[in-house]
């Protein structure tokens, strides 16, 4: 059965990060022309404080990167701080089922570190939380509106016996093409859905990132 690289977490956080500090100023510009423009500022923040938070506590192992991670974004405001807080913080416990009682889990891989199924298994407990918290439903553009088909689709591929690679790709094509179609649906939710039918036309910035996210777990799952 297919693997995650020892390394996923350190990976998979690296390149959140890098993707997001990347498209900061694009995102903003999304939540500027259907929202209250604060996207990219939130975004900054989280990043800022996930260096501070890597410069101080040094991560070493899945379950410490990702706290450095769900912790920085925790510390954000908007609507989008706490929901992808703790959408990471259901992220960062994928891998308790694998490493039992007293914590030793497997030597051989990072402390920890999930295996494909549970790291879906923990997208979906990070979408129902997501879910419980925002209220908002598939179709309302949103965050979930991306995160929806990836965690159908990653699920979907593993379960058909497809190698990590391949679930993971097909977890980012469909979280790609699902954001870019929130471009034509009216924003039930958050700021945005205070200007209405303005948002028509407008890819949820929401969305835009969450697939950069699950983007980030495909390169970080191709090692
Ligand atoms: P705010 O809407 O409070 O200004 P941000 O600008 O930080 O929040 O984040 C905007 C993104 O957050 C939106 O593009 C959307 O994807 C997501 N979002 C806003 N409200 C919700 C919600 N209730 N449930 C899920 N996601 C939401
Ligand atoms: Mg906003
Ligand atoms: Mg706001």
Not at 26 to 42: I, Q, W
Not at 61 to 72: H, I, K, N, S, V
Not at 124 to 153: I, N
């Amino acid at each position: 059965t297919s693997t995650l690289p020892d390394d996923f977490g350190r990976a998979f956080v690296t390149r959140v990060r890098e993707a997001l500090s990347g498209s900061a100023d694009a995102l903003g510009d999304l939540d500027r022309r259907a929202g209250d423009g604060d996207f990219g500022t939130n975004i900054r923040t989280a990043m800022t404080l996930l260096k501070k938070n890597v410069e101080d506590d040094d991560p070493d192992g899945y379950r410490e990167w990702l706290t450095a991670l769900y912790m920085a974004w925790l510390g954000v405001g908007g609507t989008s701080g706490p929901l992808f807080g703790m959408f990471f913080r259901d992220l960062a416990k994928a891998a308790d089922a694998q490493s039992p009682g007293t914590g030793g889990g497997d030597p051989a891989s990072e402390q920890g570190g999930p295996t494909p199924a549970q790291f879906g298994d923990a997208l979906a407990a990070g979408q129902a939380t997501v879910q419980k918290y925002g209220e908002a439903k598939v179709g309302d553009k949103t965050m979930v509106d991306a995160l929806d088909p990836a965690v159908a689709a990653l699920r979907e591929a593993l379960e058909a016996g497809k190698d990590a690679a391949a679930a993971f790709g097909a977890a980012e094509q469909a979280a790609v093409d699902a954001a870019r179609s929130t471009a034509e649906t009216t924003a039930r939710r958050g700021r945005a859905s205070y200007v209405g039918e303005a948002s028509e036309g407008v890819i949820d910035p929401g969305a835009a990132a969450m697939a950069l996210v699950i983007g980030a777990s495909r390169a970080a799952a191709e090692g």
